[in-house]
Every structure is written in structure tokens, then in C-alpha cells.
Nanobody, 127 residues
Framework: QVQLVESGGGSVQAGGSLRLSCAAF????????MAWFRQAPGKEREGVAA????????AYSDSVKGRFTISQDNAKNTVYLQMDSLEPEDAAMYYC????????????????????WGQGTQVTVSS
């Protein structure tokens, strides 16, 4: 079992930056693959970035590629999402997710592949 705790959300103007953190507590085996998802009101959940904490492979959605960066600190069992050049369309609740296994090479951006989820942190972007 693993517990995921997100932090770092807040309000920012368009063009600004935020860094989200996801701290994992419990079995580190369960956090071999970690990802960030977001969901805005009335919209479907979207996978935005994922990382394999062992191999450090990453994946990004087209909507954030070049603006967001996912990284990890294994010593702290924490994954980060650096969000730059934020746009109003990035406003959403952001969730951290983790899973111990994935058969593919690139970390998945599909929510169904993840077993553990955090409670979310809100990001608001004003124009």
C-alpha cells in the first residue's frame, strides 16, 4: 500500500509557474511508475506527465509538452511537476498517481493503469 500526498497548487497569472509535489508514503515498490493527471470541471481526466522512477523515462501529453517537466527525488520518494508558461486552460485539479508495474517502455498516461491516487491539489490560472 502507498499513500500519495500532493502539494504546491495555488493561483497564478497566465505565463507564470508553479511546482507541484507528490510525496509517497509506504511501499516504494508501488511507486515504480508515477504520473500527474488533471481534471477540470466538465472535462475528462487527462494524463499530463508520467515517469518511471527507476529508469527515469518520461512521457508528456501534447498539451503540456515543452512547458511542464516531471522529475523525481528518490531519496525523498517525491515526484515533482514543474509547470511553466501556464495558460488558463491548465487550470484544474491535479492528481498524483502511482503503480508498481507497467509492461510498456514509456510510462502510461492512462488513468486506468494506476492503482494509487492522491487527493489532488487545485491549480488556478487567471488571464
Amino acid at each position: 500500500q502507498v499513500q500519495l500526498v500532493e502539494s504546491g497548487g495555488g493561483s497564478v497569472q497566465a505565463g507564470g509557474s508553479l511546482r507541484l509535489s507528490c510525496a509517497a508514503f509506504g511501499s516504494t515498490y508501488s511507486t515504480e511508475y508515477m504520473a500527474w493527471f488533471r481534471q477540470a470541471p466538465g472535462k475528462e481526466r487527462e494524463g499530463v506527465a508520467a515517469i518511471s522512477t527507476g529508469g527515469r523515462r518520461t512521457a508528456y501529453s501534447d498539451s503540456v509538452k515543452g512547458r511542464f517537466t516531471i522529475s523525481q527525488d528518490n531519496a525523498k520518494n517525491t515526484v515533482y511537476l514543474q509547470m511553466d508558461s501556464l495558460e488558463p486552460e491548465d487550470a484544474a485539479m491535479y492528481y498524483c498517481a502511482a503503480t508498481p508495474v507497467w509492461s510498456g517502455y514509456t510510462p502510461p498516461l492512462v488513468g486506468g493503469r494506476y492503482n494509487y491516487w492522491g487527493q489532488g491539489t487545485q491549480v488556478t490560472v487567471s488571464s
